[in-house]
């Protein structure tokens, strides 16, 4: 569900520059300013408070944990019913994070890795606040970094993010493939790239992970110049990834290049949309809480669709 | 149209420039780093709107341009421009009158006149004109012009001078007014009597190509032309008889014609009264000196003239003369006591003879020398002898400071103390004795007015005595070396004292101390020396016409008019008042009359005044003339190579270089090309603002 940023304004949320709190030199600060305003700014909100709430009865089967059992209604129908709730309040919350070469371009000040990283931050520290575990992949050709998923991994997961640079070409279905025996465990997986590959290419690497039980959602992320294509000069283009040149007349490619992009991405969302994954895009003009809400609004409908 | 430098036209390669700047497949060098070129397809440049000329006005715009600049690189010029111009019918005409005195022979003048005058006539409305007026030297009328009213008035009022003919300065003239002009016609026309002297001075002289040179000769070819007698000049003979000077004038008269001439009247006029006549025979181109009678002088100078019957040449009939009294150079020598008389033997001697001029010569001996003495006395010498002492040392400073010359020979008895020499023009030392040949002089300054008579070859040998006996003397700084032995001492030493001069000899000048008085140099030595002392100038009897008198040079000849520090003023001899002081040149008088000018205080009407006597020169008495065409020929440039047009008069040719340089095409070629590029520039940046706002 695209997001309208004016709506949270109105709320009086104060939506955070990307290139403002990239001075902040410290990650988790960084996270937790963006992350607590975000809280404070909604805190009337109908999305909090929601982990624990009831859902249903079912009856008991042998196995059950006894636990669970609805102790008054047996008292009512003398018959044993569990009691079910919406959410598990402790699910595992990974971001497989794209640092392949093509991440480190910027043109607003903030390349869309750092944004990446920020996103990533903040993801989990608010993830953490809700008491789940937090994990973290980070990939470019294969995996570069993995940290498993853990209640007490925040601190390692700031850390791998503050330190990783973006130095290889990347490909996408190599290190997803790997990635299924790394998430056993349901997990809530968040995969943040540019996704330079074909949208096919993408899906039947990302699905692996759905068809694995996991709730996925992807976040790309761009650059304002890889969308809009603002160039005016005939120049050299270079590939940041392959290294390669081409001589291009941005005036003549300029309206190609948009509508190509267009339909790049608008294949990629109905691909994910006919497989279960949810899709964002984010360019790094965007505020960071406006990403965050994104995330939220994501979770509430995979709530009410489990 | 043609180009001077047509090779630049090589240049017009660079038109490509723009066209492939606009074409070429060039890659910028500046890479731009993108994340991924999957959306970008490789189009080369040529495939696309490079390969596509957008703007053709733009390029029409460059290409022009940079054309433009090549050919005003390649300096064009159009050659039909001459052509058109003498389809106009313009001419630069310049009018040569020769006004030599030789155009008053018989009615030369009005023919000449009236041939400068049809001249004038014939011009047409858009031909401009030039009247130059030549004798020795040229006179130019208004330049180039079209009024033809003021150049007639100009020719009637002109009159025949007293100069000689010379064709060089009118004909350079002429070309330095063909060389300005930029009509495309020249015609010169010389109205001259073309005499064969004033040719000369034409040798070099050569009028632009194409230029036409019309000469109109006034002699009568029917005529013998060249008969004229003259009067060639005279020369005096002074002689001193009871007292009084004595002068007879000799008169030589000169028959150019080739018939002989008899019974003709020459008479010798003293201040307008007609005092003898003679009749002479003259031979064919021969001439005769006719001697008058001695005529008796007094102290003042009288004008003089000699006249024969007038021909048809009247102004060489005349010869005028001012006859001045003869001068004397009154000396005073001073000899020691013992020996006065004779240590100044060979010099009183020899300024004893000699009337030009004559010496009065008066010796004494140291002893009897006193302040009187100097009186009426222009030249002191001081022959071996002590210096004088106390007031008659000062009358003597006084007296040279006051212009006078004093000459101190040395000797055994010239002795100078330290505090006598303030007037010599150093400090005696003792004598140096030169035994066996003695020495000699060795370096002369014959630039100076005392040697420079023995300056030219075979006129005396002044290194030629021998001395045997010198004093030193330490030349102060003031002093001028005129002359020094063969060792290096100085011989002949000059110092100048207030207005005077005071010249010391080192040695003698008797035969004591060497032999100079025995060579035949010593007789115009002495005289030079004495006559230079005493400031003595020769009061010039005539002057030739055309002369320019310096007379800060004739101060002597205005002192004695007491003329000196005061305003001058010349009277030609035909009444016209010239105002020396304030003139052009202030202090010099062109003579240009024949006649007596007078020169008078300009502030008094004195009688005093100076008297000088201007005759023509004589060379113009010679008749004599050239073929004018042969002239002609020699002062026309290159002809026009057949090509005559507009009624065959020939059409000046231009050079390339000329015409080019006159059009100037090039930079009008310039400036457009200049406009264009600015156009461009506007057009360019136009369209990249519209570019960009569509973006």
């Known amino acids: 569900m695209p997001v309208d940023a004016t709506h949270y304004t109105s709320a009086g949320v104060q939506f955070v520059d990307p290139q403002v709190v990239a001075r902040i030199g410290n990650l988790q600060l960084l996270a937790r300013t963006v992350v607590d305003g975000f809280i404070n700014g909604f805190h009337k909100a109908p999305y909090l408070g929601v982990s624990v709430d009831f859902a249903e009865h079912r009856g008991y089967m042998p196995g059950d944990d006894i636990r669970f059992i609805d102790w008054r209604v047996f008292a009512r129908t003398d018959r044993f019913y569990m009691k079910q709730f919406d959410a598990d309040t402790n699910t595992n919350f990974s971001v497989l994070l794209d640092v392949s070469r093509s991440m480190s371009f910027g043109s607003t000040g903030i390349t869309k890795l750092d944004y990446a990283r920020y996103l990533t931050g903040c993801l989990c520290y608010l993830s953490s606040k809700q008491h789940d575990r937090v994990g973290l992949m980070m990939f470019d050709d294969r995996i570069v970094e993995y940290v498993p998923a853990s209640a007490k991994h925040l601190e390692i997961v700031l850390h791998k993010l503050d330190k990783v640079e973006a130095k290889r070409a990347g490909d996408l279905a190599p290190p997803m493939f790997q990635s299924t025996e790394l998430f056993k465990r349901r997990s809530m997986l968040i995969v943040v790239s540019d996704f330079y590959e074909d949208p096919q290419t993408v899906v039947d690497a990302i699905r692996p992970l759905r068809y694995a039980g996991n709730d996925v959602a992807v976040f790309r992320v761009l650059d304002p110049a890889e969308i809009n294509f603002p160039y005016e000069e005939a120049s050299t283009f270079q590939d940041l990834e392959t290294g390669r040149k081409l001589p291009v007349v941005p005036e003549k490619l300029r309206e190609q290049y948009r509508q190509l992009v267009k339909e790049h991405t608008t294949s990629i969302e109905k691909l994910c949309g006919q497989n279960q994954i949810d899709y964002a895009l984010f360019d790094t003009s965007m505020p960071l809480d406006h990403a965050l809400f994104k995330y939220l609004a994501m979770r509430r409908k995979m709530r009410k669709t489990r | ?695």
């Open chain 2, 1 to 695: 149209m043609a180009f001077l430098a047509p090779l630049f036209f090589f240049g017009l390669a660079t038109l490509a420039v723009p066209v492939i700047i606009h074409m070429i497949q060039r890659e910028r060098k500046e890479v731009v780093e993108f994340p991924s070129l999957m959306f970008l397809r490789k189009i080369p440049y040529h495939s696309f709107r490079r390969q596509r000329i957008r703007n053709w006005f733009l390029l029409l715009l460059r290409c022009a341009a940079i054309a433009l600049l090549v050919a005003a690189f390649a300096r064009p010029f159009f050659r039909v421009s001459s052509v058109a111009a003498v389809m106009l019918g313009a001419r630069e005409v310049v009018v040569l009158l020769d006004r030599s005195y030789s155009m008053g022979y018989g009615d030369r003048w009005s023919r000449a006149q009236d041939a400068a005058a049809e001249v004038i006539n014939e011009l047409g409305p858009e031909d401009r004109a030039t009247v130059i007026f030549f004798d020795s030297g040229a006179e130019v009328g208004p330049r180039s012009t079209t009024e033809r009213a003021s150049l007639a008035r100009l020719i009637a009022d002109a009159e025949p001078g007293a100069g000689t003919t010379r064709f060089g300065p009118a004909l350079e003239l002429a070309e330095g007014i063909f060389q300005d002009s930029d009509l495309p016609r020249l015609e010169a026309v010389l109205i001259s009597d073309f005499q064969r002297s004033g040719v000369e001075s034409a040798e070099g002289v050569r009028f632009p190509d194409g230029t036409v040179l019309t000469p109109v000769a006034v002699t009568d070819e029917t005529a013998d032309t060249t008969e004229n007698v003259s009067v060639a000049g005279v020369t005096f003979e002074r002689e001193y008889f009871s007292g009084r000077e004595r002068l007879s004038v000799l008169a030589r008269v000169t028959n150019r014609g080739n018939n002989p001439v008899t019974r003709l009247n020459v008479t010798l006029e003293f201040a307008d009264r007609e005092v003898e006549t003679f009749s002479a025979d003259l031979p064919p181109n021969g001439s005769t000196t006719v001697s008058f009678s001695p005529v008796t002088l007094g102290n003042a100078a009288v004008n003089g003239a000699v006249r024969i019957d007038g021909d048809r040449l009247l102004t060489d009939d005349t010869f005028y003369f001012v006859a001045s009294p003869g001068q004397v150079v009154n000396v005073l020598i001073v000899g020691n006591e013992r020996a006065a008389s004779a240590g100044a033997l060979y010099l009183s001697r020899a300024l004893g003879i000699g009337s030009s001029p004559a010496f009065d010569v008066v010796t004494h001996s140291i002893n009897d020398f006193n302040a009187s003495s100097l009186n009426g006395r222009q030249v002191v010498v001081l022959n071996d002898t002590r210096p004088p002492t106390g007031q008659t040392m000062a009358e003597l400073e006084r007296f040279v400071a006051e212009g006078g010359g004093l000459l101190v020979a040395a000797g055994e008895r010239s002795v100078w103390s330290p505090e006598a020499t303030t007037l010599l023009p150093g400090t005696l030392g003792s004598p140096i004795d030169r035994p066996g040949h003695g020495g000699s002089l060795a370096y002369v300054d014959y630039s100076h007015p005392v040697f420079e008579l023995f300056g030219g070859p075979r006129s005396g040998d002044v290194t030629s005595a021998r001395f045997f006996r010198y004093r030193p003397i330490e030349v102060v700084d003031s002093a001028t070396v005129l002359a020094r032995f063969d060792d290096g001492l100085p011989a002949l030493v000059e110092r100048s004292v207030g207005d005077g001069r005071v010249v010391f000899w080192a040695s003698t000048l008797d035969n004591f101390w060497n032999d100079l008085a025995l060579k035949p140099v010593y007789l115009p030595f002495v005289h030079r020396l004495a006559g230079y002392l005493a400031t003595y100038t020769v009061p010039p009897p005539w002057l030739p016409v055309g002369q320019v008198l310096n007379l800060a040079e004739q101060r002597s000849l205005l002192a004695k008019a007491s003329l000196t520090d005061v305003d001058l003023v010349a009277i030609s001899p035909s009444g016209t008042r010239i105002s020396v002081s304030q003139s052009e040149r202030a202090g010099f008088l062109t003579l240009t009359e024949q006649g007596f000018y007078e020169i008078r205080n300009a502030t008094t009407t004195e009688d005093s005044a100076l008297t000088l006597a201007a005759n023509v020169d004589l060379s113009e008495s010679d008749l004599s003339t050239i073929d004018p065409d042969e002239l002609a020929s020699s002062v026309m440039g290159r002809t026009t190579g057949g090509r005559e047009e507009a009624g065959n008069r020939p059409v000046r040719e231009f050079t390339n270089e000329v015409r080019e340089r006159r059009q100037g095409v090039w930079w009008y070629l310039l400036i457009l090309a200049f406009g264009l590029f600015v156009a461009e520039t506007a057009v360019s940046n136009r369209l990249s603002r519209t570019s960009l706002q569509v973006d």
